[in-house]
């Protein structure tokens, strides 16, 4: 006899019932691992291209930062190299302006103004006199006090300290502004 036949009927469809629900259960949970697998294939290869992505895009931002440090500092060379120009020629200019102030001290040097036209009507205190030894053809000349020179010179000096330092300015501002 078979042991299934013994079994009464209304057991045999219980089993027969539960044999199915445990095969339907083990199609299902196979079916759920087949889908996982796929759905974490997917996951993987849109993490992968996503990696790749911003990859690319560091490695492109690291070339364009590299880039503007370069320009940077060339700008920063160029900025060197007029500042050095600049100083060059304050100093060759005070240099200038210290030794005419030294001849006008020494009355090595002497400064002059050239004199409006004679006029006899008019009573000038100012000593229209040459050197001795020297004849001067020309209009008249007058010498100024060697304190007066000075500051003329000092105040020429300013001057020229100041132009110096404005071409230096508009050197700077050309750079900055002017794309390379």
């Known amino acids: 006899m078979r042991l299934f036949e013994l079994i009464p009927v209304p057991f045999r469809i219980a089993a027969v019932g539960l044999l199915l629900v445990m ?40 070339i364009q930062q590299r880039n503007e440090q370069d320009k940077r500092f060339a700008l920063e060379q160029r900025l060197q190299n007029k500042d050095e120009t600049h100083h060059k020629e304050l100093t060759v200019e005070q240099t200038k302006q210290a030794r005419l102030r030294d001849r006008l001290a ?19 205190s100012v000593p229209a006199t040459t050197a001795t030894g020297r004849v001067v053809h020309g209009t008249t000349r007058a010498q100024l006090d060697p304190a007066h020179a000075q500051r003329i010179i000092g105040i020429t000096d300013a001057g020229d300290q100041g132009l110096i330092a404005l071409r230096a300015c508009q050197a700077y501002a050309k750079e900055v502004s002017t794309p390379k």
Do not use: K
């Not at 020494?106 to 000038?124: G, H, I, K, P, Q």
């Open 106 to 124: 020494t009355a090595d040097l002497r400064l002059s103004v050239v004199l409006a036209a004679t006029d006899t009507t008019n009573s000038c």
């Open 23 to 62: 095969l339907a259960g083990g199609t299902a949970a196979l079916a759920w691992t087949a889908q996982d697998w796929r759905y974490g294939q997917q996951l993987e290869r849109q993490a992968r291209l996503q990696a790749d992505t911003l990859n690319e895009l560091s490695q492109a931002s690291a």
